[in-house]
Structures are given as structure tokens and as C-alpha cells.
């Protein structure tokens, strides 16, 4: 069975331009996640989707941050514009059954903001 | 307040020997998971083991064993016999009916020929 997706794994940019970071789930998974992982520190939600809904996104920075699940399979999480404090590990998850079932991680993607 | 502890920063054994990582939580609700995960350098969290709220047993896998203790809140990790692989940053988390999971700060092992 194939893992989570992700894509790029790593990406350097300048503040104040704009980056995408694609995910694509363990296939039938309905939830889907976007984690932050500051160096030294555990993973943050930034938001959760069941199917292409959002059922949490209390932790987004919706100033500059977005996320989308058109489709209910992939999703893109997008900086615009970025700050240096967003250099971290983005990590997407997914699970079958959000509230019982481990969530399956993918490798994440590292950006630096210079 | 919802908040996983692990106050053990960074741990460094000599291979061979046991070691136990500490994690202490905090919730309101009454059903909930615990979970450890494993991050090795290459980056990607490893689901070791997922524990509900109403079974306090304790498990063993292989090297692995977990302690989990309704009355302290706590659900501490042990690794026997330790290996240089076992080297990784480890992961405690607490999760709830929506899917949300709370990780703690990690503990880095470090396992020393």
C-alpha cells in the first residue's frame, strides 16, 4: 500500500514570496491533515479536512496561509506571503476514521525562508 | 487545558541498556487516544502505538513496552536492550474524538555503541 505523498521535499525562498506544497493521501483515507513542525518543537495542526470540507482550521494563519481539497483526494497548502518564521517541516497526514484510527504521515516538506 | 508534557529534552544511553521516556497529559475529556510516534533523522513520524482511554493494560511489543496510568496521567515509553537504531526523536500525543492530535516537545534519543 502506498504512503503519503508529498511534494516538493525541500524549497528555499525569499520572504515575502509565495510557495505551494502538495499532499496526497493513503488512497480511501477521507481525512487529511497539514501539520507545522518548527524545529526543536512537536507538530502543529493547521487544518483538517474530512472528504473536501474543513473541520478545523483554528490554528491557520488565514492572512497568508491557504489550503485547499478540491476534489477530496490531494490537497495544497500555500504561503503567500512568506515570513521567515514559516521556515519549518510541513507534514501532511491522513487517516480512515479521524476519531479511532493512527494517522499515516508523509515525509514532509522543509522550507527555509531566507 | 489540553496539553501533552514531555519534560525529558534529550536522552543519551549506551546501547544495551533500558530506558524509559516520560509523558504526562493533560485533558477534560473523558475519551481520548494516546499515541507514541517515532521520527527518525530522515524526518517521517512512525505510528508506534495507539492507546484508548478506557484500556489502561500495558503493552509489549518486542523491545517496546508502554505504561499507561489513568491516575497520574501518564503514558510513559520503554525501550529494552537499546539499539543504535532505536536513535530518533519520539513523540507523545494525545488525540481527540475530531482526529486532532496535541504532540508533546519530543525527546531525542540518542543510543551509543
Known amino acids: 500500500e502506498a504512503g503519503v505523498a508529498q511534494s516538493p521535499r525541500y524549497k528555499i525562498i525569499e520572504k515575502r514570496q509565495s510557495v505551494a506544497f502538495w499532499c496526497n493521501p493513503i488512497s480511501g483515507h477521507a481525512t487529511l491533515y497539514w501539520y507545522q513542525q518548527i524545529l526543536g518543537q512537536g507538530p502543529k495542526l493547521l487544518i483538517q479536512?474530512?472528504?473536501?470540507?474543513?473541520?478545523?482550521d483554528s490554528q491557520l494563519p488565514k492572512d497568508r496561509f491557504s489550503a485547499e481539497r478540491l476534489k477530496g483526494v490531494d490537497s495544497t497548502l500555500k504561503i503567500q506571503p512568506a515570513k521567515l518564521e514559516d521556515s519549518a517541516v510541513y507534514l501532511c497526514?491522513?487517516?480512515?476514521?479521524?476519531?479511532?484510527?493512527?494517522?499515516?504521515f508523509g515525509p514532509g516538506t522543509r522550507l527555509t525562508v531566507t | 487545558a489540553q496539553k501533552v508534557t514531555q519534560a525529558q529534552t534529550e536522552i543519551s544511553v549506551v546501547e544495551k541498556e533500558d530506558v524509559t521516556l516520560d509523558c504526562v497529559y493533560e485533558?477534560?475529556?473523558?475519551?481520548?487516544?494516546l499515541f507514541w510516534y517515532k521520527q527518525p533523522p530522515s524526518g517521517e513520524l512512525v505510528f508506534l502505538i495507539r492507546r484508548n482511554s478506557f484500556d489502561e493494560q500495558n503493552e509489549i511489543s518486542g523491545r517496546y513496552s508502554w505504561n499507561f496510568q489513568k491516575s497520574t496521567s501518564s503514558f510513559n515509553f520503554t525501550i529494552t536492550a537499546s539499539q543504535v537504531v532505536d536513535s530518533a526523536v519520539y513523540f507523545c500525543a494525545l488525540k481527540f474524538s475530531t482526529g486532532k492530535l496535541i504532540f508533546g516537545q519530543g525527546t531525542t534519543l540518542q543510543v551509543k555503541p
Open positions: 497526514a491522513s487517516s480512515l476514521v479521524p476519531g479511532v484510527h493512527e494517522q499515516y
Open positions: 479536512f474530512q472528504n473536501n470540507g474543513v473541520v478545523d
Open positions: 485533558t477534560r475529556d473523558t475519551t481520548y487516544y
